[in-house]
């Protein structure tokens, strides 16, 4: 099993699923059940010796995880696969790709630090005052990444072909130079992966949530379901209802007896219960794009874990300072609050009424929270008035709030990430998404004609969505070297779709048409 996994794990970024299976992307469903078994097992293991508790002394025996848990843990993921749908794209194969994507993504954070690269072509070394982003900002306008107009003679003739040809082929050994140089390095510190690299719970979180986020998916969007009164979207108030229900399914079919050893040795007590069924279902509803509110969220989180460049001269330790550095200049902050005349003189602040018992004024101590709040991403309240500090204005909630972006960051990396590898890989899975939405439309389950600019369709997603997602993960710098990778493809998939895509989309619109009217006798 731990050998399985290290393959797995060991496969490049861009290239995850292409070689043959036991490895390889298959359709057989017991070779991607000991795939994804393998994985959570290697997670657990390391779970359960990081705690070091009666747990770890009764489950993992000479570095050895017990039989029993691993039988649970098969049968387990066994359920959930085979939960999955046959659909062309939210479907098991889905699931695993996205799963091993995952686990790729956590061994690119642990033991890596942000040291230098050696000169290698196409990638530029950094320096003290020009950083990765830096770099892959300066690069963007080039012939490597996106088509641009070179208006020199020589760039006028130049043939297109064999400059794709050429970039292509330097990719491959471009990213396995740099994963060999970040594999080289020690196991990055605490504060540089804000804590993730040692937070095993949040690696098997994750793991974990990659497996169960689409299950039972019918293979048409939360708003075909709303308008159609689902029994799911009532159950789950037409919000984010695919990813509510999936984890409705996961976490019941979790809580079945036969799983009590695997319980307990992810969640063996009600603390852990609650931590873990947050962090799964916080990751799970952050694969729900279409969500406005939820998109809002995100980024709101990420700009304040990481403020862009309009913003970057507020400092971390501005940002750690006390609630009461952020009052208007025109409340004076350091004078005594205890007396009614002084709280009267502050314009934001009404005259408090001592005689009502249930005003949320009624205290000294109260009055003064009620003063340092600032509802928001980092905090919350009561309806009594207490804050709810959801990460503390410290050193430790600064390092939560930004792993916690990065967590969010992962999931939706994971969830797409055949669009940030190999060319060939985007366009197998780009294909199985036509087709879904294809069916649904014939079936009358989907608005739109998916046939209808799909070209142009997948460059704004490409703009709006999957760029700026790749950027996060150089910006964050948990990835070290790595992260460049993940823009890196990006970048060369939306160049060769807006080069290539016009010709790909008409034969594959044919071609699939073709398909369907054999399937179904529809055209």
Not at 127 to 156: F, W
Not at 220 to 238: C, K, P, R, Y
Not at 240 to 247: F, G, I, M, P, Y
Not at 428 to 451: H, I, M, Q, V
Request: hydrophobic share 35%; with cysteine.
């Amino acid at each position: 099993m731990d050998f399985l996994n290290d393959a797995l794990t060991e496969q490049p970024w861009h290239d995850i699923g292409r070689c043959d299976p036991p490895i390889g992307a298959t359709n057989d469903i017991e070779i991607m059940i000991n795939q994804i078994t393998a994985i959570l097992a290697t997670r657990l293991k390391a779970l359960l010796l990081a705690k070091r508790d009666y747990t770890t002394d009764l489950y993992v025996k000479n570095g050895v995880l017990d039989v029993r848990v691993c039988k649970e843990l098969r049968e387990y993921v066994s359920g959930i696969l085979r939960k999955y749908r046959s659909v062309y794209y939210h479907s098991v194969e889905h699931a695993v790709h996205v799963t091993i994507s995952m686990n790729k993504l956590l061994s690119m954070i642990i033991g890596i630090n942000d040291g230098d690269l050696e000169e290698i072509e196409f990638i530029e070394k950094p320096t003290k005052t020009k950083s990765y982003r830096d770099i892959m900002r300066n690069r963007r306008s080039t012939l490597q990444h996106v088509p641009c107009a070179d208006n020199t003679e020589e760039g006028k003739h130049k043939d297109e072909e064999t400059t794709r040809c050429s970039i292509t082929s330097q990719s491959s050994s471009i990213v396995s130079a740099i994963e060999e140089l970040a594999a080289e390095q020690d196991q990055d510190s605490f504060d540089t992966t804000f804590g993730l690299c040692s937070n095993r719970m949040t690696q098997f979180a994750l793991v974990f949530s990659a497996l169960i986020h689409d299950v039972d998916h019918q293979g048409v969007s939360n708003g075909q379901l709303v308008n159609e009164a689902d029994e799911i979207a009532i159950m789950h108030n037409d919000v984010s209802v695919s990813e509510q229900h999936s984890l409705q399914v996961a976490f019941s079919h979790l809580m079945k007896v036969e799983f009590t050893n695997l319980k307990r040795c992810i969640i063996p007590t009600p603390k852990d219960r609650l931590e873990f069924r947050k962090l799964v279902i916080n990751l799970v509803l952050m694969t729900d794009i279409s969500s406005a509110e939820r998109m809002q969220i995100c980024k709101s989180k990420w700009k304040e874990a990481f403020p862009d460049e309009s913003t970057s001269c507020r400092n971390i330790e501005k940002l750690m300072e006390p609630l009461e550095a952020n009052v208007p200049t025109d409340v004076v902050v350091n004078q005594p609050r205890d007396t009614d005349v002084e709280l009267a003189e502050m314009k934001e602040v009404p005259k408090p009424v001592e005689s009502k018992r249930h005003s949320m004024y009624t205290s000294s101590k109260s009055r003064n929270q009620i003063m340092q709040v600032s509802l928001g991403i980092r905090q919350a309240m009561h309806l009594n008035g207490m804050p709810i500090d959801t990460y503390s204005n410290t050193s430790d909630g600064f390092n939560k709030l930004c792993a916690s972006a990065v967590t969010d960051t992962i999931m939706q990396v994971a969830d797409v990430a055949h669009t940030m590898q190999s060319f060939n890989v985007f366009l197998k899975w780009n294909r199985r998404l036509y087709r879904e939405l294809l069916f649904a439309y014939y079936d009358g389950r989907n608005e739109f004609d998916p046939s209808e600019n799909w070209y142009r369709n997948q460059i704004n997603f490409y703009d709006g969505y999957i760029i700026p997602l790749a950027e996060k993960m150089e910006q964050c710098a948990v990835f070290g070297n790595q992260g460049a990778v993940v823009l890196y493809f990006a970048m060369e998939n939306k160049r060769r779709w807006v080069n290539e895509g016009v010709e790909i989309t008409r034969d594959m619109i044919e071609e699939v048409a073709k398909d369907i009217l054999e399937e179904t006798g529809k055209t």
